[in-house]
């Protein structure tokens, strides 16, 4: 890819937002996006399967951190002390994006089918976080239990953190949702 | 309705089913289920908006049960023990059909499409019971975090009652699930 491709890439999920919250994401075309982005219909086939691919292209990488933290993390942390910390490496990721997080969120609460991807790959990383924790020795029903909780962790965390009151610390707020999850179970 | 709808019903979901799992969600049409359950296409969509919808005609009930055992339960109960309560009145909807429960399951696992359809559904629910927790004055975001761990107790209960070690009675799946979950984060 030449160097011009990130920046490329930048502009269509610019677009693809800015044009699914003025006009809805069933009323956008690729040729909308590419035209507002100043790229062609191929460039944008190029990147992205299709026009709602473009708003999941960082789920990977989010999951590959959370597998990574979860691998890395002390023994001598329990599971859901595991799985909030690895949640914690996801949210270190977004972090410097919380305009684009904001409108991506909003994007797709209005949008049944973008919202339904959405769960898809939440889904995807708490079976991904489970996997990692058995893996480090951790038994049924336990690491599932421990990852879906986390993901419950980073998801209400996400919505705080995107909300007018935070203090803007993505981190901050897994920590103190961690704390909420705690309190609610002892 | 006449009296026989109730029967062409059921038909058409276990026709359903049956041609999800033989050939595959997107290779069944709606004329395939209606000539298997031995009714018009125009009965068919009577009953359900399209061939996805045949799988979720129940969660509305299910819904329903989860805000009711909510709204019930005795005020004595913490936040995450009225949840898990709810999902036990849930278990009990679904109790006496775990062999069309089980197919279902496979169907769902089976096809992405149908999967988001499920998170959808669970998504909803957890939004419901969370509502019906606020309505008894639990706050934010202890409401959230309770539904939502309400739900993931009653989905890996689900998982564990389909499977072939389980005593096959859901409710005493939540509650060993709800005392696994409580474990986690003593």
Same mark, same amino acid.
């Given at each position: 890819m030449g160097r011009w491709e990130p920046d490329a890439r930048g502009r269509m999920r610019a677009a693809?937002?800015?044009?699914y919250l003025e006009r809805g994401f069933d009323e956008t075309t690729v040729a909308d996006i590419a035209e507002r982005a100043g790229v062609t219909e191929r460039t944008?086939?190029?990147?992205?399967?299709?026009?709602?691919?473009?708003?999941?292209?960082?789920?990977e990488q989010l999951q590959e951190a959370v597998v990574?933290?979860?691998?890395?993390?002390?023994? =001598?942390?329990?599971?859901?002390?595991?799985?909030?910390?690895?949640?914690? &490496?996801?949210?270190?990721? !977004?972090?410097?994006?919380?305009d684009y997080a904001r409108m991506r969120a909003a994007a797709i609460a209005s949008t049944p089918n973008l919202l339904e991807r959405e769960l898809l790959k939440m889904s995807t990383l708490s079976a991904a976080a489970?996997?990692?924790?058995?893996?480090?020795?951790?038994?049924?029903?336990t690491a599932t239990l421990a990852a879906e909780t986390g993901v419950t962790i980073f998801h209400v965390s996400?919505?705080?953190?995107?909300?007018?009151? =935070?203090?803007?610390?993505?981190?901050?707020?897994?920590?103190?949702?961690? &704390?909420?999850?705690?309190? !609610?179970?002892?």
């Open positions: 693809a937002i800015e044009l944008f086939f190029r990147h992205f399967a299709d026009k709602r691919e473009v708003l999941f292209v960082g789920s990574a933290a979860i691998i890395a993390s002390p023994p =001598s942390l329990s599971p859901l002390e595991t799985a909030a910390t690895a949640m914690e &490496a996801a949210a270190a990721l !977004l972090q410097d994006n919380r489970a996997e990692a924790l058995r893996t480090r020795g951790v038994g049924e029903p996400f919505q705080r953190w995107i909300g007018d009151d =935070s203090s803007g610390d993505f981190r901050q707020e897994i920590r103190d949702t961690y &704390a909420q999850i705690r309190a !609610l179970t002892g």
